[in-house]
């Protein structure tokens, strides 16, 4: 086997090499992944959003609770000492009843009050279980795509383990000038830096020579270095 013949085997192998690192870039679950991200974030918002209404409406409620406590204590005290016999002026006693039903009057609203923000919690505490619900089954989604990636990952990287150190066995038999010349020219030329002649044309460009520049390449020894004059990549002939 040429030098040459070895170059291009050398070029196949790093043509697998850089297919397998476009296929591991681009593998659709990747796409998958970065959607199923973008939905749990929305839900993550929704959800501290919704958090923080409860968390209001919650607040609200226990201080109207402990409205209503503290006007049960006073109710409490007043009809303690009213029934101790320790007030006995009628004019006093009618200013405790009174002072009583206002306060009786007052705990009823709060105690409304307090009610409706029960209510008003409700529906915010189911929605809160449903986005939960939500969140949970796109962490199970997400989980499932990153092992799938992970697994896709591993095989192509064993797959491109396998193809470079093939490449590395090959290129150590490629004299270090013709690798050199290869590397710069696949470097500034999507990868590709030799190509083989087929028939005409170059499998580099697909361009068709021209009669004469084969008739020339033609003419060169078997060894001599020719490149593509329309692309500039190694001429494998
Ligand atoms: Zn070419």
Known sequence: MTAFERLLEVQGH????????HQRAR???RAQLGAVQERASELAARLAATRARLDAVEQRQAALESDVARIDHRIREIE?????????????????????????????????????????????VEEIATLEAQNEALGSEAAGLRSTIAAAEAEIDAQAGVEAERRGQ???????DLLDTYEKLRS???GVGAARLVG????????????????????EPPDALVLCDQCGRILVR
């Open 14 to 21: 790093d043509t697998a090499v850089d297919r397998l690192h």
């Open 27 to 29: 593998l659709p679950e």
């Open 80 to 124: 303690k000492r009213m029934y101790s016999g320790e007030v006995s002026a009628t004019r006093d006693l009618l200013a405790m009843t009174a002072e009583v039903d206002a306060l009786k009057s007052r705990r009823s609203s709060l105690e409304d009050d307090a009610l409706a923000a029960m209510e008003e919690a409700e529906p915010l």
């Open 170 to 176: 090959l290129a150590e038999h490629v004299p270090a």
């Open 188 to 190: 500034t030329l999507g």
């Open 200 to 219: 005409t044309s170059c499998s580099g460009c697909h361009l068709t020579l021209p009669a004469s520049e084969v008739a020339r390449l033609k003419r």
